[in-house]
């Protein structure tokens, strides 16, 4: 019997009991890490204790001030000197960049070719482009097609697993070099904190995908295809990652901020250079607010000429609360005053959205990106919102996963549910999904993981 666990919108910290879920033949799972539904086996006090124990506070100030350096908003002798040592680093960086790609270009540093096909989705800039929902777009799409997806994520800012996971192949054998398991496409087993905001977004959202969480994608591939039957695989923020051979290298460019700074990591926010837009197959423009984007589109054309452009915008859906799944439609937004609540790469366009849906916001609280949210931070938050007399709190998707419920719930906690509508190319996103669902299904070589 197969039970398929629905995603569901609750954070980790509603405890609820869940029903016992059963892998088809070929998986076994312990109690101590498997965390479906809703995750009620989760200790989420000691997950307070784990970041509590860290020197968040201290070195989120340091991030917020080297962001402030970055962007010219922090001034004087000490900002300008650190601005001259980016500046350095980043010629060093550049040519590191450089050697780099020479050394994959001439396969003097291995490419891995899993006999699957491998779609890459990436950026030439350090966040802020939306990957996360094209993402969830791209796998659905070809989910529905009738493809067996697979997304290999980083997982970034996840924790370690206090107790390893256990996978026994259809033999009754136990699987080695595992990758964590966020989903198999029909369980979800981790909690945000162990799978990373972005990874367990994309395990709530989308039925019938597998979600794998390892810096080795190459690990993480190779699990999917034997142990699961992922005939796609989607490498989640895979432009930089050159081990494993790329079919469909797809990139996106924020129309807002195309270039990020203009500068490469670390004095700017690029992760190479404008002309690595070259490498691209597909080049997918992200938050265009229905505007023409003529103008980006003859400067990408510098760099790539062939690749299809696709124009699409991060549109909102409905309210969700974040506590009980109670949705409301955008209309709800319309003359509330609101507080925004992010910690994203780019907060500005997500509160921009907010506004557009006629909220007045009087509060903006900004967070770096991936912060962990903590109950004292969300009991004050709650507390000044509520003497403020505001209306609710809206935050982002990726944020809510990482809140812990206030003791007080004086003001309701609402994310913002975004989707992705293209509103040029849609033929060249048609072709895209039809040049993937055309592959037949392939051959693997068999036990590649006792190759490792």
Same mark, same amino acid.
């Given at each position: 019997?197969?039970?398929?666990?629905? #995603?569901?919108?609750?954070?980790?910290?509603?405890?609820?009991?869940?029903?016992?879920?059963?892998?088809?033949?070929?998986?076994?799972?312990?109690?101590?890490?498997?965390?479906?539904?809703?995750?009620?086996? +989760?200790?989420?006090?000691?997950?307070?204790?784990?970041?509590?124990?860290?020197?968040?506070?201290?070195?989120?100030?340091?991030?917020?001030?080297?962001?402030?350096?970055?962007?010219?908003?922090?001034?004087?002798?000490?900002?300008?000197?650190?601005?001259?040592?980016?500046?350095?680093?980043?010629?060093?960086?550049?040519?590191?960049?450089?050697?780099?790609?020479?050394?994959?270009?001439? %396969?003097? #540093?291995?490419?891995?070719?899993?006999?699957?096909?491998?779609?890459?989705?990436?950026?030439?800039? @350090?966040?802020?482009?939306?990957?996360?929902?094209?993402?969830? +777009?791209?796998?659905?799409?070809?989910?529905?097609?009738?493809?067996?997806?697979?997304?290999?994520?980083?997982?970034?800012?996840?924790?370690?697993?206090?107790?390893?996971?256990?996978?026994?192949?259809?033999?009754?054998?136990?699987?080695?070099?595992?990758?964590?398991?966020?989903?198999?496409?029909?369980?979800?087993?981790?909690?945000?904190?162990?799978?990373?905001?972005?990874?367990?977004?994309?395990?709530?959202?989308?039925?019938?995908?597998?979600?794998?969480?390892?810096?080795? #994608?190459?690990?993480?591939?190779?699990?999917?295809?034997?142990?699961?039957?992922?005939?796609?695989?989607?490498?989640?923020?895979?432009?930089?990652?050159?081990?494993?051979?790329?079919?469909?290298?797809?990139?996106?460019?924020?129309?807002?901020?195309?270039?990020?700074?203009?500068?490469?990591?670390?004095?700017?926010?690029?992760?190479?250079? #404008?002309?690595?837009?070259?490498?691209?197959?597909?080049?997918?423009?992200?938050?265009?607010?229905?505007? =023409?984007?003529?103008?980006?589109?003859?400067?990408?054309?510098?760099?790539?000429?062939?690749?299809?452009?696709?124009?699409?915008?991060?549109?909102?859906?409905?309210?969700?609360?974040?506590?009980?799944?109670?949705?409301?439609?955008?209309?709800?937004?319309?003359?509330?005053?609101?507080?925004?609540?992010?910690?994203?790469?780019?907060?500005?366009?997500?509160?921009?959205?907010?506004?557009?849906?006629?909220?007045?916001?009087?509060?903006?609280?900004?967070?770096?990106?991936?912060?962990?949210?903590?109950?004292?931070?969300?009991?004050?938050?709650?507390? %000044?919102?509520?003497?403020? @007399?505001?209306?609710?709190?809206?935050?982002?998707?990726?944020?809510?996963?990482?809140?812990?419920?206030?003791?007080?719930?004086?003001?309701?906690?609402?994310?913002?549910?975004?989707?992705?509508?293209?509103?040029?190319?849609?033929?060249?996103?048609?072709?895209?999904?039809?040049?993937?669902?055309?592959?037949?299904?392939?051959?693997? =070589?068999?036990?590649?993981?006792?190759?490792?």
């Amino acid at each position: 019997m197969i039970q398929i666990v629905h #995603r569901t919108s609750y954070p980790v910290h509603r405890r609820r009991q869940a029903p016992p879920s059963v892998h088809p033949t070929s998986y076994v799972v312990t109690e101590t890490n498997a965390f479906p539904n809703s995750f009620a086996n +989760l200790d989420t006090t000691e997950d307070v204790r784990y970041h509590e124990g860290s020197m968040k506070s201290r070195m989120e100030e340091l991030e917020e001030w080297g962001m402030d350096v970055i962007f010219g908003r922090a001034h004087g002798f000490r900002a300008w000197a650190m601005r001259c040592m980016l500046r350095v680093a980043s010629w060093f960086f550049y040519l590191l960049i450089k050697v780099r790609l020479f050394l994959f270009r001439r %396969r003097l #540093r291995t490419v891995h070719y899993l006999g699957t096909f491998v779609v890459s989705v990436g950026n030439i800039t @350090a966040g802020g482009t939306g990957k996360t929902p094209v993402v969830e +777009l791209l796998a659905r799409t070809l989910t529905e097609r009738g493809r067996k997806c697979a997304i290999l994520t980083r997982g970034y800012k996840s924790a370690d697993l206090p107790l390893p996971q256990e996978w026994k192949n259809a033999q009754g054998k136990k699987v080695r070099h595992l990758p964590k398991i966020a989903s198999d496409g029909n369980t979800r087993y981790l909690s945000p904190l162990y799978a990373g905001d972005e990874p367990f977004m994309l395990a709530r959202n989308l039925d019938g995908v597998a979600v794998l969480v390892d810096k080795d #994608r190459v690990k993480s591939g190779i699990f999917a295809i034997e142990q699961l039957g992922s005939n796609t695989l989607i490498l989640d923020d895979g432009m930089q990652y050159l081990k494993l051979k790329h079919e469909i290298d797809i990139v996106l460019v924020d129309c807002g901020f195309p270039f990020g700074t203009g500068a490469l990591l670390p004095r700017g926010t690029m992760r190479e250079p #404008r002309a690595s837009l070259a490498r691209a197959g597909y080049i997918i423009l992200t938050k265009s607010d229905g505007k =023409p984007q003529d103008n980006l589109i003859a400067i990408i054309r510098r760099y790539n000429k062939l690749a299809d452009i696709i124009v699409t915008n991060h549109a909102p859906d409905y309210l969700e609360n974040a506590f009980t799944g109670e949705r409301k439609p955008l209309e709800f937004l319309r003359g509330k005053y609101v507080a925004c609540l992010s910690g994203i790469a780019r907060p500005e366009s997500f509160e921009k959205l907010v506004e557009r849906q006629g909220a007045k916001i009087e509060i903006r609280r900004r967070y770096p990106d991936h912060h962990w949210f903590d109950q004292t931070e969300m009991d004050a938050f709650v507390q %000044r919102c509520a003497d403020r @007399a505001i209306d609710l709190i809206v935050t982002t998707e990726k944020d809510a996963v990482r809140f812990m419920k206030p003791d007080e719930m004086d003001v309701p906690i609402y994310f913002l549910r975004i989707s992705i509508q293209i509103t040029q190319g849609k033929e060249e996103w048609n072709r895209l999904i039809h040049n993937i669902c055309a592959i037949s299904a392939p051959q693997p =070589p068999p036990q590649w993981s006792d190759t490792l």
